[in-house]
Nanobody, 133 residues
Framework: QVHVVESGGGSVQSGGSLRLSCFSSGFTDCMAWFRQRQGKEREGVAAIEPSSFSYADSVEGRFTISQDNANNTLYLQMNHLTPEDTAMYYC???????????????????????????????WGQGTQVTVSS
């Protein structure tokens, strides 16, 4: 069983910044952030694997995903926040998928397409981010 735990959410004014953190006990070579706004479906924010990143268009240039491999910790630095960023933010970890000779992190596709395979992904409990205007 993989345990995923987020922290760092809170309230901030529009234009402000927050940094989210996530500890995962496994699958740290394939991790991502998702968010779910009230009344909306869960959507991808950013994904990371060694030497590769993916971002949703809505956060590109404002959010940065990074990782401290020594401490199994994932981060999401969020700058220039707007009220539209208000959501519950979820950290995710997933096993890599073998496609012939190539090992792929499936979270990249989930972030870009918002087609989320819940059953093969490990999720944290979520951390709330609220941005006021």
């Amino acid at each position: 069983q993989v345990h995923v735990v987020e922290s760092g959410g809170g309230s901030v004014q529009s234009g402000g910044s927050l940094r989210l953190s996530c500890f995962s006990s496994g699958f740290t070579d394939c991790m991502a952030w998702f968010r779910q706004r009230q009344g909306k479906e869960r959507e991808g924010v950013a994904a990371i694997e060694p030497s590769s990143f993916s971002y949703a268009d809505s956060v590109e240039g404002r959010f940065t995903i990074s990782q401290d491999n020594a401490n199994n910790t994932l981060y999401l630095q969020m700058n220039h926040l707007t009220p539209e960023d208000t959501a519950m933010y979820y950290c995710a970890a997933a096993p890599r998928e073998q496609h012939g000779p190539v090992s792929l992190c499936p979270l990249h596709h989930m972030v870009i397409s918002n087609i989320i395979k819940y059953e093969t992904t490990y999720w944290g409990q979520g951390t709330q981010v609220t941005v006021s205007s």
